[in-house]
C-alpha cells in the first residue's frame, strides 16, 4: 500500500480519486477534504504546514469541547482558524451551516482587527452579540484559532466568559504542544504526513 509522504502527494492521490469521480473541480474539492481530513488551513495546504493534528491531539480537542458544553450550559460551541476552516465542533447544533459559520466568523474577526488597529489596538480577543433567542461569544484562542459559544437563556454571559476563559487556555496549550512537536519532526525531516495512505483518502468519500 503506497503511502503519501506529504501533504501535495495527499492532495495529488485525493484530485486522482475525485477526477476518477467525474468531479470537474477536482483540485478545490480535493483541498477542501484534504483540509477537512487534516484540519489543516488552505495556507497551510500550499506550503509545508506549521503543525498537524494526531489523532490523539484531535481527541484531546474534542474533549475540551464537549466539556465547555457542559460546564456553560452552551448550545453549541465551534472550533475554527482564521482562514475560515471549522476545526471541531460540539453540542446540540450539529446539523447548522457550520461551513457558513466557520468562514463568517474568521471575516468578522478579519474585518474587527482592521478596526482595532485603527483606533491603535492589535485585536478585539473577544466578541459578544446578543440576539433575541440566541447569543455569540467569540473568543480568540491564539493568533490563529477562535472558539465560538453559542448559549441562550439557560446560561448566562457571565457564566460562559468563566468557563470559555479557562476551557481557551487549555487549549492554547494543546495547539503550542502540536505545533512544537511539528516543529521537532520538521527538524528531524520527518513528515508528518507519513501515515497518510490511499485507505485514509478512501475514507474521506466514504463518510
Partial sequence: MRAAATVGQAL???RLK???AGIADAGLD???LVGHALALSPSDLIGYPERALTEAGRQRIAALLERLVRDASARGIFLVDKDGQLIA????MRGVDSTSLASLTAGNIAATGGL???IGEEEFPVHFHQGQRDNLHITLVDRRNILVVVFDERSSLGLVRLRVKKAGSELARVFE???KKAERAHAAGASPFAEITDD?????FSE
Fill in 12 to 14: 495529488a492521490i485525493a
Fill in 18 to 20: 475525485l477526477r476518477e
Fill in 30 to 32: 480535493a483541498r477542501v
Fill in 89 to 92: 465542533e460540539a453540542g446540540e
Fill in 116 to 118: 482595532a488597529q485603527i
Fill in 177 to 179: 504542544e502540536i505545533r
Fill in 200 to 204: 485514509d483518502i478512501d475514507n474521506l
